[in-house]
């Protein structure tokens, strides 16, 4: 037994060893080191383009195969509405039915008919609602090759399955390690270096170094989820005493502006394997760690942010002013906090491209192990940034109005729709005062404006 | 069937069906229809709601959702002289008016009293109007409408009111496609 295995074991040991180090070799060669200097080969837009005439080709054929078997290919088209809503207001409304109707000159003329109004506007909402499918992610028009996105394309042909199993190979094979190996790589940098810098005393070599190690270990990072980002604008980048928003889809929205920009960093402390990161991040730069009592005191909040802003010599911060995840076709109610507090507010606008990977967390379906493992058995993520020029607070404005404005531009730059929603109804009841206005309104209506305000 | 909704619009509604049921039993109670922000904000929104679960039941399945929806489809006129054999459709203008009418009959007597109408007068108006003058408001109404002197309304009384309103646009949604 024994001479007859060591010879082969040590074939076996060789050859392991060899792919190994070509291994190691490759991934430091084409993605690493291009990581810490910030360039770029290429290849990764390389692999999006034939990856688009790969699904163009999936979806012809299936369109092909659908039409010959004469099924019905499903196509959700969501921008498109299932119904045609009416866009006339209750008063309207009312007083066209009072017109049509016999006795116009009574003051509280109240009709049975008025119930119609309410009726059909709840019914329209049953059917089809602004805020209900913000939370779930988009639909596609045409199939990617992944099973999570395959809501109704049934197996058509062979030669699309063979090619989605080769998709499966491909990404869970090749794909997942490699990035997994990345991320790795990525995350445990920037907990070792930035340690190792909080020891060097405060002045410019430290900021320098730690800007460095931070922009290395993110674009490491956005490697190692095959991330392809179009920044524009450039020019309008956040500077120091400022504060950034964006519309907030996903938590890998951090990453993906952090390689580009350093940024002062706004949270919650957790434990584990975060907590450990954010402990480390806060050596070698200041960012703004809140403990989990300290978040509700709105005060304490706004006044270190506010302290950290007036010091110029300090990051601008990163604010998703929505508190939550939304699927990306809509930019949901900020909330006035960080509109508050009276410095530069550099709006930024991020959209993913769904096509390749949806980027949506949505954290009632899954946590955030399971999201990354999808995320990182996605194909890739694709996405543009966009910075919008710089906006203040203008004379007579207050929070809520300047935040809307805000919101406006970046749902304007993104293409996404600019809803008034509270981002809190993902989880949480609406209030009830919003019933409260519609009902008043009604009693105007029914009553004269006179009678109602002296109640009120 | 006597539902008229063509292949694509049920596979949408189905689609909708899904993603209002958290629960994923294939069926909707009460709380999935509330989750929905704008119905939550309706002020008739728990009579609509209501209009969905049958007599004492707390889930509808898809046939019972798309049964109540069918209500709402515009009346077109070709399936005015189509379905004189099989039945009046979902959507016939008796139909609306019959669903309009349950709206106000809390305890589905096919009368709607004195009570039942300042009930729902109140879901509508809030805090806003005081009790005299809803009360007022209720007994002109039924005044206006009853003809056989009960001091209710009926199902009959109440579509000889409505005779002059619109009731085919005002309650119809426009489905796409």
Redesign the interface.
Known sequence: MGPFMSPFNNLLCMLLGISFTVWFTLLLVFIIVPAIFGVSFGIRRLYMKTLLKVFEWATMRMERGAKEKNH?L?K?CSL???????STSLEE?LKD?RR???SPELD?S?D??????????????????????CF?AEELESWNLLTRSNYNFNHISSRLTVLWGLGVVIRYGFLLPLRLTLAITGVGLLVVLTAMIGFLPNGRMKNFLSEKVHLMCYRICVRALTAIITYHHSENKPKNGGICVANHTSPIDVIILASDGCYAMVGQIHGGLMGLIQRSMVKACPHIWFERSEVKDRHLVAKRLSDHVKDKSKLPILIFPEGTCINNTSVMMFKKGSFEIGSTVYPVAIKYDPRFGEAFWNSSQFGMMNYLLRMMSSWAIVCSVWYLPPMIRQEGEDAMQFANRVKAAIARQGGLVDLL?DGG?KRG??KDT???E???L???I??GTQ??RS?? | KKLNIS???I???Y??FH??DKGENGALSRED?????????????DR?INAFFPEGEDQVNFRGFMRT?AH?RPVEDNEKNKDLTSGEPLNSRTNKLH??FQ??DLDRDDKISRDELLQ??RM???????DE?LGS?AD??IQE?DTNGDMC?SFSE?TK??E????EQ????????
Request: charged share 25%; aromatic share 12%.
């Open positions: 019905l499903y959700p498109n509405s299932i119904i045609a809503k009416e409304e039915i049509n109707c016999s509280d109240f049975m008919s008025d119930a119609f109004y309410f009726c059909r506007r709840g019914i329209e909402s049953i059917v089809d609602d602004e805020v209900t499918k779930t929603w109804l009841k609406v919003f019933k409260e519609q009902q008043k009604y009693s105007k029914l009553v009678e109602v109640r009120s | 292949h694509s619009q596979t949408r509604l689609s909708r993603s209002l229809f509330q989750r929905i922000p704008e119905l939550a904000i309706n002020p008739l929104g609509i929806l709402f669903f309009a709206l106000y729902v007068l509508m108006v809030g805090v806003n109007i005081s003058q408001i002109r109404t409408a309304i109440f009111v409505l002059k309103v619109d009731v005002k309650m119809s949604i426009r489905f796409l496609h």
